[in-house]
């Protein structure tokens, strides 16, 4: 039997966590190895859209998926893009077009993308403002508003923990989307 293997587009241990969260929920990825591999998402490092989220997801998992290949040929290999991005909610009340965050997972196969959404939550106005006047990231934005003291936030709780108090960890968020994205793989599976 071929060996199952999922090769994330990202050195990021939130995102790999994401992953090991989404995929303990089925039996069948229960052997299953993760491997994470930094690839460029081939959009902006703050995307800016739905659009682009999406973008830089699919990008991400096309080529992890290409590693995965070149390093297993032979195995199931499927290779996993999770992007987090802005995007416009209407009615939310903010002055900025885009400021709600939300995340995309896409996973390929080689031969067919199968995309999930993860809850989408708002960014404060003044991390906005310095997203959008300044041209930082999110990470900056919030280091800069005074709302963290952490450069690397987004590679350990996310900023979403900041937001909801410590309640919600960028893991968990994460793996919702790669839940929605491994429901279309299954049901192709079976």
């Known amino acids: 039997m071929e060996n199952i293997r999922f090769f994330i587009g ?3 241990s939130g995102k790999r966590r994401a992953v090991e969260l989404a995929l303990v929920d089925y039996e069948i990825f229960s052997k299953a190895s993760i491997h994470s591999r ?3 998402s081939g959009v902006d490092d ?3 859209s739905m659009e682009e989220t999406l973008l830089g997801a699919i990008t991400r998992a096309r080529q992890a998926h ?4 070149t390093q297993f040929p032979g195995d199931r290999n499927y ?4 992007e987090d991005g802005l995007m416009y909610i209407p009615h939310s009340g903010n002055d900025h077009r885009a400021s ?3 995340c995309a997972c896409s996973i390929y196969d080689g031969n067919k993308q199968y995309i999930g959404l993860g809850p989408a939550y708002e960014y404060p106005p003044e991390v906005l403002d310095f997203v959008f006047r300044d041209g930082m990231d999110i990470t900056q934005a919030f280091n ?3 709302l963290c003291n952490n450069p690397r ?3 350990d709780e996310g900023v979403v923990a900041v937001l909801s108090r410590g309640a919600i960890e960028r893991p968990w968020y994460n793996a919702q989307a790669v839940r929605m994205a491994l429901i279309g793989l299954i049901n192709r599976m079976v």
Request: charged share 10%.
């Open 38 to 40: 930094r690839v460029d």
């Open 79 to 82: 290779g996993i893009g999770i």
């Open 100 to 102: 709600f965050n939300c």
């Open 153 to 155: 936030i987004g590679e």
């Open 10 to 12: 990202s050195g990021n």
């Open 144 to 146: 800069a508003a005074v």
């Open 46 to 48: 703050q995307p800016s």
């Open 66 to 69: 290409n590693i995965g290949c």
